[in-house]
Nanobody, 120 residues
Framework: QVQLVESGGGLVQPGGSLRLSCAASGSISSINAMGWYRQAPGKQRELVAGIISFGSTNYADSVKGRFTISRDYAKNTVYLQMNNLTPEDSAVYYC??????????????WGQGTQVTVSS
């Protein structure tokens, strides 16, 4: 069984920073892409940032220059450093990963989500 466990969400003032973490655990053979999505009330879930196994990254236009995604391959962990946050960044942030378990094929997994609220 594979689990993605997120942490680091919370309440922050506009202009502030947060760092989200997502650790993958279980019987993992390999991890390909990892990424962060977010969903605000009444809106569709959207990709925020992604990183593939060789370190190539991509970002939503709305977060370019403010957010940075990174991975610790040894710890099977992905991070999202969020700077200069605005109220529009408020959402539930979900970790996502393409993971191959030992003896199985690659599947896509989601974390449980962590709330980020940007408000004064």
């Amino acid at each position: 069984q594979v689990q993605l466990v997120e942490s680091g969400g919370g309440l922050v003032q506009p202009g502030g920073s947060l760092r989200l973490s997502c650790a993958a655990s279980g019987s993992i053979s390999s991890i390909n892409a990892m990424g962060w999505y977010r969903q605000a009330p009444g809106k569709q879930r959207e990709l925020v940032a992604g990183i593939i196994s060789f370190g190539s990254t991509n970002y939503a236009d709305s977060v370019k220059g403010r957010f940075t995604i990174s991975r610790d391959y040894a710890k099977n962990t992905v991070y999202l450093q969020m700077n200069n946050l605005t109220p529009e960044d408020s959402a539930v942030y979900y970790c996502n990963a393409d993971i191959t378990r030992w003896g199985s094929t690659m599947k896509n997994y989601w974390g449980q989500g962590t709330q980020v609220t940007v408000s004064s």
